[in-house]
């Protein structure tokens, strides 16, 4: 259909793209000036770029340490998460058990309530129930991957399920004539099938994992400590360090961008798969 300002669309996406990337381009601005400059009238158009703070963030020991963490973090939590989500679709949407429309609502309700309220059973946990002599979760990479499921998992449930449901289960039926077994069906069938969703899941509870601060921040002292969490270390009485900040947020956004542009043609696939049913 023809409208009378065929312009309009245009104006209006150049307008939301600026709106959503100026922040990111502030960002890049505060992380290439001198301190000095921070506190001066701001420049919006960069004149000069300082890369000593990228230098800093770069050369420091401590904070490859804090990256490669959330990365250990991030990648085991997403993986872990996105196979057993899809291994309890396969088993609730499959199968006919009792009460599974109950067990689907059971799992979202641990995203209703702010992550805030589990800071102390989840600290409890870490460092008394699950404490095995010597061993113990607390401030530890494997205790952190296993608390990101308990908010992760739900959401990847909820993500998969209408990409399992998506699938006919004539499909099923017909493997299952020719004698293959549920493993069989779940791998040859519906794990390349569902694929684009698995892709979408496995991202998005990556992302949810590599940003989160506040459980990071209470259950991690130094060993497990991730990246997000160095950021407040650079807020001290005697004042802020917004250059080295702004570069190391700059850089949280690389490892993100990396992830999406190797799974981002099965984004869109991912989010519409099993939306129409024939």
Not at 97 to 111: D, P, Q, V
Not at 121 to 140: H, M, N, R
Not at 210 to 239: D, I, K, M, P, Q
Not at 243 to 250: H, V
Request: some cysteine; charged content about 10%.
């Amino acid at each position: 259909m023809k409208t009378r300002f065929p312009w309009l669309p245009v104006v209006l996406w150049t307008l939301i793209s600026l709106a959503t990337l100026f922040p990111i381009y502030w960002l890049f601005v505060i992380s290439v000036k001198q301190p000095f400059d921070l506190f001066s009238t701001p420049d919006v158009i960069l004149r000069s770029f300082f890369w000593k703070n990228y230098q800093d963030v770069l050369t420091n020991p401590t904070l490859r340490g804090y990256m490669l963490n959330s990365m250990i973090i991030s990648s085991g939590n997403a993986l872990l998460v996105t196979t057993l989500g899809f291994l309890a679709c396969y088993a609730l949407t499959r199968f006919d058990l009792a009460g599974k429309e109950s067990i689907f609502f059971w799992t979202i309700t641990n995203r209703m309530a702010p992550p805030a309220v589990f800071l102390l059973p989840l600290f409890l946990l870490l460092t008394q129930v699950y404490k095995i002599g010597d061993f113990s979760l607390a401030d530890s990479k494997l205790g952190m991957i296993l608390v990101y499921c308990s908010f992760n998992l739900p959401f990847a449930i909820w993500t998969l399920r209408p990409t399992v449901e998506g699938i006919p289960k004539e499909l099923d039926e017909a493997a299952y004539m020719d004698g293959a077994s549920p493993w069989t069906v779940l791998y040859d069938i519906i794990f390349p099938l569902a694929r684009p969703g698995l892709a979408v899941t496995l991202i998005l509870t990556w992302v949810f994992a590599w940003n989160e601060y506040l459980l990071a921040a209470t259950l991690t002292n130094f060993h497990a400590r991730t990246l997000t969490t160095g950021l407040s270390e650079y807020v001290t009485t005697t004042g802020t360090a917004w250059g080295i900040m702004a570069a190391i947020s700059m850089l949280t956004l690389v490892p993100a961008l990396i992830v999406f542009s190797v799974v981002q043609r099965h984004i869109v696939a991912g989010l519409t798969f099993g939306a129409v049913k024939g």
